[in-house]
């Protein structure tokens, strides 16, 4: 079964330091690796979607990238924030089911 | 505006009742999901349906029930069978199952039930 993880699972960095998420996951053999934003009572909000044969999708100051056969994607946040400060959530597709796996996602906190 | 409403934000229900959570779409979307978040944790799939009048459990389909009758719309029913159906719950859409669909979301419904 399918299992996703994201470390830290709190983050607190200054305005305009550049920032890393991890995720990793337990079975390599994913359709795609999608991630997230959600506010605070809020529903989600995509932020990029990296198809299994690509290495990296970029968005403005984001960057995520995916290393299938080590089962890692890292979300690159240039120049941090206020406005950033949100839960970060990475999720995978995959299974004969093609259902999205979460990860309980990393609370970023930029401060002013 | 093309989107994803659900209704109503915030319910509160006794314990023992059957309540239905709305969702609706005008993405045009085929495939349409809900799931199910609680503090700290990620999303946990319920029930997703590909096509109307098909539907097929998720993870945690035990308690809930859904039905899809038309394109656009697909209601959660969280039944008295539930037996910790207080969370946030959430409904998504996507063009297909395909893989190269991306999965929007709506607003969620924070259910309390006491």
């Known amino acids: 079964k399918q299992e996703v993880t994201q470390i830290p699972a709190a983050l607190s960095v200054p305005e305009g330091e550049n920032l890393v998420l991890n995720c990793s996951f337990t079975d390599s053999a994913i359709y795609n690796l999608q991630w997230f934003r959600q506010d605070p009572g809020k529903g989600l909000t995509s932020l990029l979607l990296i198809q299994s044969s690509q290495r990296e999708q970029t968005s403005g100051r984001l960057n995520a990238s995916l290393d299938k056969s080590s089962g890692r994607s890292t979300l690159y946040i240039a120049a941090s924030q206020p406005g950033d400060s949100a839960t970060y959530l990475c999720a995978v597709l995959s299974g004969s089911a093609r259902q999205l796996t979460f990860g309980s996602g990393t609370q970023l906190t930029v401060l002013p | 505006d093309g989107g994803i409403t659900q209704s109503p934000k915030y319910l509160f229900r006794k314990e023992g009742q059957n309540v239905t959570l709305s969702c609706e779409q005008n993405?045009?979307?085929?495939?349409m999901y809900w799931y199910r978040q609680d503090p700290g944790q990620g999303l946990r799939l319920i029930y997703y349906?590909?096509?109307?009048?098909?539907?097929q459990k998720g993870d945690i389909a035990e308690g809930y029930s859904v039905s899809r009758e038309k394109k656009e719309s697909f209601p959660l029913t969280v039944t008295s069978a539930q037996k910790n159906p207080t969370a946030f719950y959430l409904c998504?859409?996507?063009?297909?199952?395909?893989?190269?669909?991306?999965?929007?979301f709506g607003p969620g419904t924070r259910l309390t039930v006491t």
């Open positions: 349906s590909q096509i109307v009048n098909d539907f």
């Open positions: 998504a859409s996507s063009m297909g199952q395909n893989y190269f669909y991306e999965q929007y």
């Open positions: 993405l045009n979307h085929d495939a």
